[in-house]
């Protein structure tokens, strides 16, 4: 019998408020940053980053970058001030 392996991205079930709440306490709990910075990317795939974009000012080639997993997603790596500048 041959199975299908079929991909799973969380992006598509961060479809309501509640999902998106319970998600990001999930990621909070956990405390690793490198988790942290992946779900604040999963968030923004899902909201839409051209959206994000447009709401910040950022270009999306800026959010993709800086919320990749070899990225930094602080306001400095997404085109923004960082605090305390």
Not at 73 to 83: D, F, L, N, S, V
Request: glycine fraction near 10%; hydrophobic fraction near 40%.
């Amino acid at each position: 019998m041959i199975t299908k392996n079929h991909s799973w991205d969380v992006v598509e079930h961060l479809d309501t408020p509640e999902r998106i709440a319970l998600y990001i306490e999930a990621m909070l709990e956990d405390g690793d940053p490198a988790l942290i910075a992946s779900a604040i990317g999963d968030l923004a795939r899902a909201r839409g980053m051209a959206q994000i974009a447009a709401e910040t000012g950022r270009s999306c080639e800026s959010l993709y970058r800086a919320l990749s997993e070899k990225g930094e997603p602080t306001a400095r790596h997404a085109g923004g001030r960082p605090q305390g500048d």
